[in-house]
């Protein structure tokens, strides 16, 4: 195509007619877009809207959430919270029930020890009761041995003495007068005259051959004179009695004397003979053994 026909067609397209259609088309086209861009502008806003709608609500269930979380944390804290005390308070308790299992163990362990240290106590006192029912019993039997033995020395005493004068059994031992018949003693005279001293030299052989006993001298008098005199009297012949045992050998230690005067007499009566048996001594002779340590028995 020449330029010419060009140019021509470019001045076709110039024509008003055609101007018109284009203007139209550029009028129809600019309301369009500006329809466009109003509904794309309220497009926006709505999805503004809608995203600042979305953005509150996702907000606010973001908050609703964290919320609940948090009271779901506080719950959880607190029911953790709660389980620890528990846990301590199961663990102190679980710790005292072991320590009350540990004392009870130990009262169990103790009471069995006791147990068994009574057990051997009564044994032992079982044991002790056994062994001194049995020294008892030993005891009883060498008690009745050495009785009998006592028994039979007394008598053998008492038929020694029994042959040089009057020797009765008492509940404790013997006694042996010394009367007119055996020792006189002249009237108001304690002396022992030469004639009787070998009387009383067998009676000191005599109780020197037997141990274990203890002696009473007892001295009277007749019923002449006062009580008062007579007791000092009675006593001066008991000590003669005595100082002559003990030189003939038999232990003062043993020996005790004692003054009755005028009370008790042998005989009754006052002719001569019956005071002359009343001036009299008399000797006690007693088993020590049935006496407390040191003591010396005298009869009334």
Request: glycine share 8%; no cysteine; net charge neutral.
């Amino acid at each position: 195509m020449d330029k010419g026909a060009e140019r021509g067609k470019r001045e076709d397209w110039g024509r008003p007619e055609e101007r018109g259609v284009s203007e139209e088309r550029e009028s129809e086209g600019r309301e369009s877009g500006e329809i466009e861009g109003k509904t794309l502008a309220k497009l926006g806003v709505a999805l503004g809207v809608i995203a600042l709608g979305l953005s509150l609500g996702i907000g606010i269930a973001v908050l609703h959430s964290q919320r609940r979380l948090e009271r779901e944390m506080a719950r959880v804290s607190q029911q953790a919270a709660q389980a620890q005390q528990q846990s301590q308070t199961l663990a102190q308790q679980a710790s005292q029930a072991a320590a009350s299992a540990q004392t009870a163990a130990q009262e169990r362990d103790q009471a069995k020890q006791a147990q068994a240290e009574s057990d051997a106590q009564a044994q032992t006192a079982l044991e002790q009761a056994a062994a001194a029912q049995q020294k008892a019993q030993q005891a009883t039997e060498l008690a009745e041995e050495y009785r009998k033995q006592r028994e039979a020395e007394l008598a053998q005493l008492q038929a020694a003495l029994g042959q040089i004068a009057d020797t009765k059994r008492t509940a404790i031992g013997l006694v042996m007068t010394l009367d007119s018949k055996s020792i006189r003693f002249d009237f108001n005279k304690a002396e022992i005259k030469p004639q009787y001293r070998e009387i009383l030299n067998r009676i000191a052989g005599i109780l020197l051959a037997f141990q274990g006993f203890t002696i009473s001298v007892y001295g009277y008098t007749d019923d002449i004179g006062t009580q008062a005199y007579n007791l000092k009297l009675s006593e001066r012949r008991a000590e003669a009695v005595r100082d002559f045992l003990v030189k003939a050998g038999i232990s003062k230690t043993i020996i005790k004397t004692k003054g009755f005067g005028k009370a008790d007499p042998r005989v009754q009566g006052d002719s001569e003979e019956a005071r002359a048996a009343n001036r009299r001594v008399e000797i006690g002779i007693v088993d020590s053994t049935l006496l407390p340590s040191g003591a010396i028995a005298v009869t009334e």
